[in-house]
C-alpha cells in the first residue's frame, strides 16, 4: 500500500499539467502520483504517458465530473492518504511533509488543507481555500483570509496550525479508510461544495479537519468553471441549499432554510439590478431544482443520519457572516 497518493483530476487540461506536473513530481518525493483522466478529448492522458512515465494513468470514459471521478478512481489506489490535486496548482519545496506528519500526529484527523495563495498573485490568499474553511450557521461556506469577494494578502497572519470545518478540494489530504468508510464523495453535486460535505460527514462521524499554515501551495483557480459562469452559480446555490438541508437538525431547519433561500432571494434581485440577470435567472432554477428533488433530499437526509449516528456539529462560525459582510462592511475574520 502506498502512503501517500496524490491524484490529479484531469478534464482538457493538457496545459496545467504541462505547467504544473513538474513542480509536484519534483518537491513530491516519496509519494505517488496519479493522473486520472475524466474522458479528456485533448491528449492530456498522452501527453502524460509520453512525457511524464513514472506518472501512473488512470482513464476514466468520460467525464463524470469532480465527485463521479475521483470515486471511481479512489477506488482503484490503496493508500494511507489521498491528496486530491487540481491540475492548476503549484506546489512548493516541503509542501507536503507537514500536512502528512500532522495527520500522523492524531488518527482522529479525518482532512486536512495547507495555505493556499493566488497564483496571479502570490502574496493574496485563493478564493478556492484560502487559510482554511469555514462555514456559518446558516451554512454559508466562507475562509479565513477570504470573505466573498474580499482577499486578504498573506502577512503571515494565517502560520497557524488550527481545526477548521471545511477542507479545500483544490488541495484535500484526506484519510483514505475514512473516505471509503463514509461512501465518498456525494456525485449528486457533481462540483462545488462537495468537499464541504464530506468534511461535514467527517465531523459528525467524530473526526477534525485541519489547516496547515506550514505548507503553501499556488492555485490558478476557475479551471473547471470561471465565476463568470452561470453553471457555477447555479451549482453553488443549488449544493447550498442541499448542504443545510441534509445536515441541520430537523428544529434548525424549520427555519434556517426559508431563511436561507429568502437570502438567496435577494442575491438573485441582486443579479438582476446589476446587470447579471443570467445568474439571477441561475439562482431561481438552482431553487427550483432543489424543490423537485425534495423527495430524494429528504432520503439522503435520512441515509446520512441512519450512516452517523451520533450528531456532532463541528467547528461552525455562530454569526450571519451574510450580515456581517455586506450589511457591517467585516472584511476578514481571523478564527
Same mark, same amino acid.
Given at each position: 500500500?502506498?502512503?501517500?497518493?496524490?491524484?490529479?483530476l484531469?478534464?482538457n487540461?493538457?496545459?496545467f499539467?504541462?505547467?504544473?506536473?513538474?513542480s509536484?513530481?519534483?518537491?513530491?518525493?516519496? *509519494?505517488?502520483?496519479?493522473v486520472a483522466?475524466?474522458? +479528456?478529448?485533448d491528449?492530456?492522458?498522452?501527453?502524460?504517458?509520453?512525457?511524464?512515465p513514472?506518472?501512473e494513468?488512470?482513464?476514466?470514459?468520460?467525464?463524470k465530473?469532480?465527485?463521479?471521478g475521483?470515486?471511481q478512481?479512489?477506488?482503484?489506489i490503496?493508500?494511507?492518504?489521498?491528496?486530491?490535486?487540481? @491540475?492548476d496548482?503549484?506546489?512548493?519545496?516541503?509542501?507536503?511533509?507537514?500536512?502528512?506528519q500532522?495527520?500522523?500526529?492524531?488518527?482522529?484527523?479525518g *482532512?486536512?488543507?495547507?495555505k493556499?495563495?493566488?497564483?496571479?498573485?502570490k502574496?493574496?490568499?485563493? &478564493?478556492?481555500g484560502?487559510?482554511g474553511?469555514?462555514?456559518?450557521?446558516?451554512?454559508?461556506?466562507?475562509? #479565513?483570509?477570504?470573505?466573498?469577494?474580499s482577499?486578504?494578502?498573506?502577512l503571515?497572519?494565517?502560520?497557524d496550525?488550527?481545526?477548521?470545518?471545511?477542507? @479545500?478540494?483544490?488541495?484535500?489530504?484526506?484519510?483514505?479508510?475514512?473516505?471509503?468508510?463514509?461512501?465518498?464523495l456525494?456525485?449528486?453535486?457533481?462540483?462545488?461544495?462537495?468537499e464541504?460535505?464530506?468534511?461535514?460527514?467527517? +465531523?459528525?462521524?467524530?473526526?477534525?479537519?485541519?489547516?496547515?499554515?506550514?505548507?503553501?501551495? &499556488?492555485?490558478?483557480?476557475?479551471?473547471?468553471? +470561471?465565476?463568470?459562469?452561470? #453553471?457555477?452559480?447555479?451549482?453553488?446555490?443549488?449544493?447550498?441549499l442541499?448542504?443545510l438541508?441534509k445536515?441541520? #437538525?430537523?428544529?434548525?431547519?424549520?427555519?434556517?432554510?426559508?431563511?436561507?433561500?429568502?437570502?438567496?432571494?435577494?442575491? *438573485?434581485?441582486?443579479?438582476?439590478?446589476?446587470?447579471?440577470?443570467?445568474?439571477?435567472?441561475?439562482?431561481?432554477?438552482?431553487?427550483?431544482?432543489?424543490?423537485?428533488?425534495?423527495?430524494?433530499?429528504?432520503?439522503?437526509?435520512?441515509?446520512?443520519?441512519?450512516?452517523?449516528?451520533?450528531?456532532?456539529?463541528?467547528?461552525?462560525? #455562530?454569526?450571519?457572516?451574510?450580515?456581517? &459582510?455586506?450589511?457591517?462592511?467585516?472584511? +476578514?475574520?481571523?478564527l
Amino acid at each position: 500500500m502506498t502512503h501517500v497518493a496524490i491524484v490529479i483530476l484531469n478534464f482538457n487540461g493538457k496545459h496545467f499539467l504541462q505547467q504544473f506536473l513538474p513542480s509536484v513530481l519534483q518537491h513530491s518525493e516519496g *509519494a505517488k502520483v496519479f493522473v486520472a483522466d475524466n474522458g +479528456s478529448t485533448d491528449q492530456s492522458a498522452e501527453f502524460v504517458i509520453q512525457h511524464f512515465p513514472m506518472v501512473e494513468v488512470i482513464h476514466l470514459k468520460e467525464n463524470k465530473g469532480f465527485c463521479g471521478g475521483y470515486n471511481q478512481v479512489l477506488k482503484q489506489i490503496e493508500a494511507t492518504y489521498y491528496v486530491l490535486l487540481n @491540475s492548476d496548482v503549484e506546489v512548493t519545496s516541503n509542501w507536503l511533509s507537514p500536512v502528512i506528519q500532522l495527520m500522523d500526529s492524531d488518527p482522529a484527523i479525518g *482532512a486536512a488543507q495547507p495555505k493556499i495563495l493566488a497564483y496571479r498573485a502570490k502574496t493574496k490568499f485563493e &478564493y478556492a481555500g484560502a487559510a482554511g474553511g469555514m462555514i456559518d450557521t446558516l451554512a454559508y461556506p466562507f475562509c #479565513r483570509g477570504r470573505l466573498f469577494d474580499s482577499i486578504e494578502e498573506d502577512l503571515h497572519q494565517y502560520d497557524d496550525t488550527i481545526p477548521i470545518f471545511w477542507a @479545500s478540494g483544490a488541495c484535500l489530504f484526506v484519510r483514505a479508510k475514512l473516505f471509503h468508510e463514509l461512501g465518498g464523495l456525494d456525485e449528486d453535486f457533481f462540483a462545488h461544495m462537495e468537499e464541504i460535505d464530506l468534511c461535514w460527514k467527517m +465531523s459528525r462521524a467524530g473526526n477534525t479537519i485541519y489547516y496547515q499554515g506550514k505548507s503553501t501551495v &499556488y492555485h490558478v483557480g476557475g479551471g473547471t468553471l +470561471s465565476a463568470s459562469n452561470p #453553471r457555477k452559480t447555479y451549482l453553488n446555490f443549488r449544493n447550498g441549499l442541499s448542504l443545510l438541508f441534509k445536515h441541520q #437538525r430537523f428544529y434548525q431547519l424549520l427555519w434556517k432554510l426559508p431563511f436561507r433561500m429568502v437570502l438567496d432571494w435577494i442575491a *438573485a434581485l441582486h443579479f438582476w439590478v446589476s446587470g447579471s440577470g443570467i445568474h439571477g435567472k441561475a439562482v431561481i432554477i438552482a431553487h427550483l431544482s432543489f424543490a423537485r428533488r425534495i423527495g430524494h433530499e429528504i432520503r439522503k437526509r435520512k441515509q446520512t443520519a441512519r450512516q452517523l449516528k451520533s450528531f456532532k456539529s463541528g467547528k461552525i462560525y #455562530r454569526g450571519f457572516i451574510v450580515f456581517e &459582510y455586506f450589511l457591517f462592511k467585516k472584511k +476578514s475574520i481571523g478564527l
